[in-house]
């Protein structure tokens, strides 16, 4: 089994940064395929950025690219989302999810790609 936590988020300013971590655990855990989801209020969950087991690849939606970046320390087993000029729009709760293998099965960008999850961490932008 794996297990993902989420920390770092908070409350920020427009315009504002935060660094998210994610720690994974677990014996399974072995540089897994790994992912940042976001969902709002009232909304679906929806693909914020992710990285293969190596860091080798990275892909981000469209929304976030240009501010966000991911990244990932396997040596520590943690991923790391920092998020500059932030918006209202960025308030969400942020979800890690582990695929079960270095690489991904099929699409980065849907949930049903990724096997674990973590119980998500709040980021809330004002403006």
């Known amino acids: 089994q794996v297990q993902l936590v989420e920390s770092g988020g908070g409350l920020v300013q427009a315009g504002g940064s935060l660094r998210l971590s994610c720690a994974a655990s677990?014996?399974?855990?072995?540089?897994?395929?790994m992912a940042w989801f976001r969902q709002a209020p009232g909304k679906e969950r929806e693909f914020v950025a992710a990285?293969?087991?190596?860091?080798?690849?990275?892909y981000y939606a469209d929304s976030v690219k240009g501010r966000f970046t991911i990244s990932r320390d396997n040596a520590n087993r943690l991923m790391y989302l920092q998020m500059n000029s932030l918006t209202a729009e960025d308030t969400a709760d942020y979800y890690c999810a582990a695929d079960r293998s270095q690489y991904f099965r099929g699409s980065y960008y849907s949930r049903y790609e990724y096997e674990y999850w973590g119980q998500g961490t709040q980021v809330t932008v004002s403006s």
């Open positions: 990285i293969s087991g190596s860091g080798g690849s990275i």
């Open positions: 677990g014996r399974t855990f072995r540089s897994n395929a």
